[in-house]
């Protein structure tokens, strides 16, 4: 199975694809290159609830946890670790 | 009265230079600083050659920079265009090429990208602002300008094809400062939001009506636009007392930090424009703000802002759309019926605009500027241009005016008339719709089939059946949408409305 890592930059760089940027890094910065809008970020959290069946509160969609794929997965990896039982 | 817009700069810099013109990025820059530094700009475009009536463009990320660039191209007697920074180099190239711009400002990395992207060499392109120093910082000499010149252009997206640049001189932009100035008493406490990009119609109130009262303008943190959390904090923190921006922004906030809206204490006016609010919507934010005055704005690009309606919380509860009201002060607006005559209370027309806050025409293209400007035919005794808006609306008894929508969403199908937006507005008035979208699609048989787009609020389910169902009690029959697809998400241009032109390309490409 592909990791929660790998997931997120898929989803991540399918968003990217569609506003025409073709190449993302990990580490790199989604709001000031324009992947990340207003729009775009709810479909990334809807996707990471779906996929990973974590709730992400409101007060937790910020910059710091979504300025890059890396701080994505971090977010969701904790989240994860918070509950094993769940999965 | 200024008639040139950098003089509104110059004038608040001699009555408050110690005070903060803008702030943007932790960095702040007072009158004097904002005036200083633009008048070392404009010595050095001078330099570079730019005189009366030069275009330059301004790209590079929104900053207090971006000020000091309007300000100093325009006291160089240029005329700047502010480039969206996110758009493709070739669409960049093409805006340069299309004004024939002398130069740009901008950063290493975009230049590079459109060094690849332009046919021909810039003129100039000035990349670090290291040199400002080495220029004066006192004004540069009068190049005869008057306030019949361009200030600016403004690039909107064609429904078809290429981008057009929207020629605004200094009267037209200033006419609807003027206006603004005296309708919200901007005054040098307040502290005026910038959330729309600087290539977006609405940023000149923000900017400007900021600098004509002395006021502070603040510039939304790129890095916190996205998320509504934070946007709410900010505010707060900010001391934001007067608001402007698109509704879905709005909407956001609504959705994802309706919490936050009680300490948003400092807010005395919000304005929005650029779309239509959904009523909900609209009527949770009157709720939530009881003490601000909310004023809906509407005007094409090409005339500013042209009609204004301050929302009334005693008719809110029944209202069914929002009045787009009456004209602004130095404008007359009034429909035209498809006879040709000036629509009477209860008729519907296209709007036209006259008066001196509506645009000299489009940079380059002679023909489309005549075919949206045209002689005012109902005054025959000497010649007047009137703005064609394309829109459909409906005068009112109290002499304001109902949008009904896009003369072109106005589509025949089965030989009814049907307006695509009340088709929108019967799907969002369903609790779980979020956004909502009508396409029409051509279809030899009957004129056009519907298509909608629709977006739900998370974690609810809602059939395309039980959506039809409730439609089918808000329009007729005939009205309902053939088809009901689901997203996440509908597209937005990147002024933030629904990109309609997308939706309709892919609904025609799915149905192929």
């Known amino acids: 199975m592909e990791s929660t890592r790998q997931q997120i930059y898929d989803f991540v760089a399918g968003i990217a694809r569609q506003k025409g940027i073709s190449d993302i890094g990990a580490g790199e910065g989604l709001t000031e290159n324009g992947i990340i809008d207003s729009l775009a970020i709810f479909r990334l959290v809807s996707f990471l609830e779906d996929t990973f069946g974590v709730r992400i509160a409101d007060d937790e969609i910020v910059n710091e946890n979504f300025a890059s794929v890396d701080t994505v997965d971090r977010l969701v990896t904790t989240k994860l670790e918070r509950r094993p039982a769940a999965r | ?512």
Not at chain 2, 323 to 349: H, K, S
Not at chain 2, 462 to 479: E, F, G, R, V
């Open chain 2, 1 to 512: 009265m200024a008639y040139l817009l950098h003089q509104l700069l110059t004038r608040s810099a001699e009555s408050y230079p110690e005070k903060a013109a803008v702030s943007a990025g932790g960095r702040v820059l007072t009158y004097r600083e904002l005036d200083e530094q633009s008048n070392q700009l404009a010595h050095l475009l001078r330099a570079r050659g730019v005189n009366k009536g030069d275009r330059v463009g301004i790209f590079f990320p929104k900053a207090a920079e971006s000020l000091v660039a309007m300000l100093g191209i325009s006291k160089a007697g240029g005329v700047y265009i502010p480039m969206d920074t996110q758009q493709p180099a070739q669409r960049a190239a093409y805006l340069i090429e299309n004004c024939a711009m002398k130069g740009v400002l901008t950063t290493g990395p975009l230049l590079q990208a459109l060094e690849t992207a332009l046919k021909a060499p810039l003129g100039f392109a000035m990349v670090s602002w290291q040199s400002l120093a080495e220029f004066p910082a006192t004004a540069v000499p009068d190049c005869g300008q008057t306030t019949h010149d361009l200030a600016y252009i403004l690039y909107t997206s064609g429904s078809t094809g290429r981008p057009k640049g929207v020629m605004i001189s200094h009267q037209n932009a200033l006419t609807f400062v003027y206006w603004c100035a005296g309708i919200f008493k901007i005054c040098p406490e307040d502290r005026l939001s910038n959330h729309a990009p600087l290539h977006f119609d609405l940023s000149v109130l923000d900017v400007y009506n900021a600098l004509e009262a002395g006021a502070t303008v603040c510039m939304v943190p790129p890095e916190i636009a996205a998320f509504p959390s934070s946007l709410a904090n900010w505010i707060d923190a900010q001391q934001i007392t007067v608001w402007y921006s698109v509704p879905s922004a709005l909407i956001l906030l609504l959705l994802h930090a309706e919490g936050k809206f009680a300490a948003l204490t400092r807010i005395r006016i919000l304005l929005f424009a650029g779309e239509v609010f959904p009523m909900k919507y609209l009527r949770q934010l009157a709720g939530l703000l009881p003490d601000v005055e909310l004023y809906n704005l509407y005007g094409p690009t090409e005339t500013n802002v042209c009609t204004y309606y301050q929302v009334d919380r005693a008719l809110l509860p029944a209202q069914e759309r929002l009045p787009i009201g009456r004209a602004c002060a130095n404008t007359e607006v009034f429909a035209v019926t498809d006879r040709n005559t000036i629509a009477q209370v209860g008729e519907t027309g296209e709007l036209y605009v006259r008066g001196p806050g509506v645009t000299c025409g489009y940079w380059g293209d002679v023909e489309k500027t005549r075919k949206m400007l045209v002689p005012n035919v109902f005054q025959p005794h000497f010649e007047e241009k009137a703005y064609r808006t394309g829109d459909l609306v409906k005068l009112l008894e109290d002499g304001s005016y109902d949008f009904l929508g896009r003369i072109d969403s106005m589509i025949k199908s089965r030989g009814y008339r049907i307006e695509l937006g009340e088709i929108e507005a019967a799907m969002l008035s369903h609790p779980a719709v979020r956004e909502a979208s009508a396409i029409p699609l051509p279809d030899q048989e009957i004129g056009a089939r519907i298509h909608a787009v629709v977006a739900l609020h998370d974690g609810i389910d809602l059939t395309a059946a039980a959506l039809l169902q409730h439609c089918s009690s808000h329009i007729p029959k005939y009205m309902l949408p053939e088809f009901i697809e689901f997203r996440e998400a509908l597209p937005k241009t990147s002024t933030g409305k629904i990109d309609r032109v997308k939706l309709a390309s892919e609904s025609l490409a799915a149905r192929a």
